[in-house]
């Protein structure tokens, strides 16, 4: 039995030396570090195009409720909601400047334009 313990031990000893071990064994490495890099950064392009499209869709929103908000302010004058309209846009307004940097950095990561201006929706009353 000590006999096939030796002999198993040299053939293992043989193959680790072995050259081919070696750029086999180099070579699944660097394969396998070019594949989880490329998945990575698809990773986070895939991130930067939630944000861009996250933004995309609160404008229409944001748009679409302002114009709803202007036809109802023109259909019928309510002041009594004004205070709650106001806090409303301070808060948006705050909110919206970071998520204006947050977008452009995804926009520059993914190599598209700066959003247009003139699809940008004022938020102070008309």
Do not use: H
Request: glycine fraction near 4%; charge should be neutral.
């Amino acid at each position: 039995m000590n006999n096939q313990f030796l002999v198993q031990l040299s053939k293992i000893q043989q193959l680790l030396a072995d050259p081919n071990t070696f750029s086999a064994y180099s070579q699944v490495f660097v394969v396998t570090y070019s594949i989880l890099k490329e998945c990575l950064v698809l990773a986070w392009l895939t991130i930067c195009l939630v944000l861009v499209l996250f933004d995309w869709i609160s404008t229409r929103v944001i748009s679409t409720g302002q114009r709803s908000k202007d036809l109802l302010e023109n259909l019928k004058e309510v002041k009594s909601e004004e205070f709650a309209s106001e806090t409303g846009k301070s808060i948006l307004s705050a909110g919206k400047a970071g998520l204006a940097y947050t977008v452009s950095q995804a926009r520059e990561q993914l190599g598209l334009s700066e959003k247009p201006s003139d699809s940008a929706v004022s938020i102070s009353e008309k």
